[in-house]
């Protein structure tokens, strides 16, 4: 079975020649041509919205069954609801902060998170400690 | 003796005007870094190829049979096009996929010299080609004017890189005269969206490969050595083989791309009206791409509730990154903090995208 249409060839077909067209034949072939890149570009822009949508369900399903990151005592007491997850940018739980301050610690943490492209609710850090050079 | 003054004696005002037009794009490589990678060897060239009893001449043409024109296809622009691949980043479409839409309607200039090239006398074919300037792409317009046997691949090139390396002279007053102050100043969301898994970067070159396979069969070169490029970059396996596309085969076939095409700058064919005339439309691909560009933009924000920058459509014309900046550097100069530069580049890559689909349907229309 061919699924390539052949009607791509149409103008030649139509047409017949390769000499120069006149104003009719030159919009036709305009027109056909300029809507069917937008057409391909379109489909490839759906291509990407599917495969976006595809992800998004498989990262929901699979939040369900991860507790999100926190205090493991508190985790005893106090469990999380499943399927109930903190939203990508956000986390919880204690974190040791020597030498820095809260703000460059959030910027460190936000960092990391974007290069290794880790939701920061998937995240756990222990400590973040200034290191002095030598 | 006699040798030696019989080549100054054959020396014809049309070869010293071809080495002043070879002179012309060695400076402007150099002096002004437009395009110097190509226009310097393709300059260059074009004086070797023009000097009396030339030596150079079978040689050029010799690589020229190899790398371009042979009954296998057109070797150099495919083999660059794997290194253009893997120096592309599609993150940024990949975002923000609606942008895709934009390298679409940048290629509306394409048409429509294809159009007005016929109407002023030129076949369907070389019509074609001529068109193929607009795609912003000297690989594309390469493959696509040989393919279909353009005797005016001199013209061609020279025009497509020339207007390539003028894309800061020639779009800024096109995007002026399309869009308001007001419209310039729009500023866009900037705010990443959710960063692209690498399984959908992975799969991206493979589907659009099929997709465009299926639809153009003849754009499978084009399209499938381009997005292998990009599937060595973004597989995360090959990193070495990435880095050498990008770098050492690039620059390799860039060096000898630029010289071969001098083998149809040859003075008896470059030296006619048709070429002044492909200078021009080739001016006029480049201009109506931009407007296409700027006006879809236009026509998407009345009915969008979220404002796009009509400026950033003007990115899709391909010619990347050096529209993307063009765009940007606007938006700065209007406003100095709305950053077009993640927009612009997006609709830029898609451009390039849309660009070689086109190459690959007039291909397919015409061949």
């Given at each position: 079975m061919k699924f390539t249409p052949h009607v791509l060839g149409i103008f030649t077909d139509i047409y017949g020649s390769f000499d120069a067209m006149d104003l009719p034949k030159a919009l036709l072939v305009a027109i056909v041509g300029f809507m069917t890149v937008l057409l391909v570009l379109a489909m490839i822009a759906l291509f990407i919205r599917l495969i976006a949508f595809i992800f998004s369900l498989i990262e929901k399903k699979a939040t369900v069954e991860i507790i999100p990151v926190g205090d493991s005592d508190k985790k005893e007491t106090a469990p999380q609801k499943v399927g109930v997850s903190l939203p990508d940018n956000e986390s919880q739980g204690e974190l040791e902060l020597i030498g820095v301050d809260e703000a460059t610690a959030a910027m460190l943490m936000a960092l990391v998170s974007y290069k290794t492209e880790i939701p920061l609710n998937r995240l756990a850090f222990r400590s973040i400690r200034l290191v002095e050079d030598e | 003796m006699g040798v030696l003054l019989e080549n100054f004696t054959t020396v014809t005002f049309p070869q010293v005007a071809m080495w002043i037009i070879g002179g012309i794009l060695i400076f402007l490589a150099i002096?002004?870094?437009?395009?110097p990678s190509l226009l310097l060897p393709m300059g260059f060239g074009a004086i070797l190829i023009n000097l009396p009893n030339s030596g150079a001449k079978h040689i050029i043409d010799v690589m020229f049979r190899v790398g371009i024109d042979n009954e296998f296809g057109e070797l150099m622009p495919l083999i660059l096009f794997i290194g253009i691949g893997a120096m592309i980043d599609f993150t940024p479409l990949l975002t923000n996929?609606?942008?895709m839409l934009f390298g679409a309607a940048a290629q509306f200039g394409i048409f429509f010299t294809l159009c007005l090239a016929s109407l002023l006398g030129f076949d369907i074919r070389d019509a074609a080609s001529i068109g193929i300037i607009g795609a912003a792409d000297g690989p594309t317009a390469i493959a696509v004017s040989m393919e279909l046997g353009s005797k005016y691949i001199g013209a061609i090139m020279v025009a497509a890189y020339s207007y390539m390396a003028l894309v800061p002279l020639v779009q800024p007053p096109i995007i002026k005269l399309c869009t308001t102050k007001k419209e310039r100043l729009i500023r866009m969301?900037?705010?990443?969206?959710k960063a692209p898994s690498k399984l959908t970067k992975i799969l991206f070159p493979i589907v659009v490969t099929i997709i465009v396979g299926l639809v153009a069969p003849d754009a499978v070169a084009l399209i499938g050595f381009l997005m292998f490029g990009n599937l060595i970059r973004e597989c995360g396996v090959l990193n070495s083989l990435s880095e050498t596309a990008q770098k050492v085969l690039a620059n390799l076939v860039t060096i000898f791309l630029g010289i071969t095409i001098a083998a149809r700058m040859r003075a008896e064919e470059f030296l006619t009206v048709d070429t002044l005339l492909i200078i021009a439309l080739g001016l006029f691909a480049f201009i109506f791409d931009t407007f296409a560009g700027v006006m879809l933009a236009k026509i998407m924000n009345i009915f969008s509730k979220k404002k796009i920058n009509p400026m950033i459509g003007a990115a899709g014309i391909s010619a990347f990154p050096m529209s993307a900046r063009v765009v940007h550097k606007m938006g700065l100069e209007e406003?100095?903090?709305?950053?077009?530069l993640m927009h612009s580049i997006g609709v830029n890559v898609s451009g390039q995208i849309a660009s070689v689909i086109a190459g690959g349907l007039i291909l397919t229309f015409f061949r």
């Open positions: - | 002096k002004k870094e437009m395009e996929p609606k942008l969301d900037n705010t990443a969206g406003d100095n903090q709305n950053f077009l």
